[in-house]
């Protein structure tokens, strides 16, 4: 997909001083590297970006060199000099400043790209890892929106390009989204919370059974011991949450939460958990025998 980021660009800095510009060119590098595009891809948008940036900069650096021309034009002439004067030499400095911020941005853009897109070390991945969110104990209703949650794990539509079929399920370990796919290269996004267990496994599977306010008995050992799970009455303090999709592999589970703070973090219980509203809205718009994908 081509996009003329001189034009973009130019609309986005038109009447800012350098220190505003800066921002929109980090910005500008921020969505790229937030983007769901391949390394070559990310690299290829971020070297269209950085030569667009050059066009902008050169472009206001000619316009400051032509009011710069301007202003000797005026003292030239014997005028009074004093006000030009100093006109002259805060144009300068806003020129040098300039200057040094656009090699800045030339310089660190594409390596903030770059490094973004790879994989991350894996010293930061165990960390990662070891940050394992408590829950709230059974029993206590932590709410069930999303509501207090950071924008992006929030339920949305967003533009995905994908392969998956339209109405299959996209789980994205990594980067803690649940995607159900629609048509025109778009998809529902959910905010997960994913436990341990479940970090690794396979990749397709499908929707075994749908389960109201699941539960399980108190001789299980272990949440993710499908056999043990049994539809209850409303329990808006079960740690399952609201709704359970079980899929065809014995302890893989998506299911609610009573701690919506979890989102987005590794947990120490169940499987893949949405917060209840979110799991009551995917419940009613998928069926038994939906693939479900997980990516890595």
């Given at each position: 997909?081509?996009?003329?980021?001189?034009?973009?660009?130019?609309?986005?800095?038109?009447?800012?001083?350098?220190?505003?510009?800066?921002?929109?060119?980090?910005?500008?590098?921020?969505?790229?590297?937030?983007?769901?595009?391949?390394?070559?891809?990310?690299?290829?948008?971020?070297?269209?970006?950085?030569?667009?940036?050059?066009?902008?900069?050169?472009?206001?650096?000619?316009?400051?060199?032509?009011?710069?021309?301007?202003?000797?034009?005026?003292?030239?002439?014997?005028?009074?000099?004093?006000?030009?004067?100093?006109?002259?030499?805060?144009?300068?400095?806003?020129?040098?400043?300039?200057?040094?911020?656009?090699?800045?941005?030339?310089?660190?853009?594409?390596?903030?790209?770059?490094?973004?897109?790879?994989?991350?070390?894996?010293?930061?991945?165990?960390?990662?890892?070891?940050?394992?969110?408590?829950?709230?104990?059974?029993?206590?209703?932590g709410g069930s929106t999303g509501?207090?949650?950071?924008?992006?794990?929030?339920?949305?539509?967003?533009?995905?390009?994908?392969?998956?079929?339209?109405?299959?399920?996209?789980?994205?370990?990594?980067?803690?989204?649940?995607?159900?796919?629609?048509?025109?290269?778009?998809?529902?996004?959910?905010?997960?919370?994913?436990?341990?267990?479940?970090?690794?496994?396979?990749?397709?599977?499908?929707?075994?059974?749908?389960?109201?306010?699941?539960?399980?008995?108190?001789?299980?050992?272990?949440s993710r011991d499908t056999e043990?799970?049994?539809?209850?009455?409303?329990?808006?303090?079960?740690?399952?949450?609201?709704?359970?999709?079980?899929?065809?592999?014995?302890?893989?589970?998506?299911?609610?939460?009573?701690?919506?703070?979890?989102?987005?973090?590794?947990?120490?219980?169940?499987?893949?958990?949405?917060?209840?509203?979110?799991?009551?809205?995917?419940?009613r718009r998928v069926s038994l025998?939906?693939?479900?994908?997980?990516?890595?």
């Amino acid at each position: 997909m081509d996009v003329d980021y001189y034009a973009l660009i130019t609309k986005a800095v038109a009447g800012k001083d350098a220190t505003a510009r800066d921002r929109i060119y980090k910005d500008a590098f921020g969505l790229i590297t937030r983007s769901h595009l391949t390394r070559e891809a990310a690299s290829s948008h971020a070297a269209a970006l950085e030569d667009a940036i050059r066009r902008i900069e050169d472009d206001f650096a000619a316009e400051e060199a032509n009011a710069a021309a301007e202003i000797n034009e005026v003292l030239s002439t014997g005028r009074n000099w004093r006000p030009f004067a100093i006109g002259a030499a805060a144009l300068v400095a806003a020129i040098a400043a300039s200057a040094l911020l656009y090699v800045y941005v030339a310089i660190k853009g594409p390596a903030i790209v770059a490094s973004n897109a790879t994989s991350s070390p894996p010293k930061l991945q165990r960390v990662r890892e070891e940050a394992v969110m408590a829950d709230l104990k059974p029993g206590v209703d932590g709410g069930s929106t999303g509501e207090g949650l950071p924008f992006a794990l929030q339920r949305q539509v967003v533009f995905y390009r994908t392969t998956v079929v339209p109405g299959s399920i996209v789980v994205d370990r990594e980067n803690r989204f649940l995607y159900l796919i629609d048509n025109n290269n778009s998809a529902r996004r959910y905010g997960i919370g994913i436990a341990q267990a479940c970090q690794k496994g396979g990749s397709f599977f499908r929707i075994a059974n749908k389960l109201e306010w699941p539960d399980w008995q108190p001789s299980a050992t272990s949440s993710r011991d499908t056999e043990a799970l049994q539809a209850s009455a409303g329990r808006p303090g079960s740690f399952l949450g609201a709704r359970a999709l079980l899929l065809d592999k014995p302890g893989l589970l998506i299911h609610g939460t009573n701690s919506p703070k979890t989102i987005g973090h590794l947990v120490v219980s169940g499987c893949i958990r949405l917060v209840n509203d979110d799991v009551e809205d995917l419940y009613r718009r998928v069926s038994l025998e939906t693939r479900v994908v997980f990516i890595t």
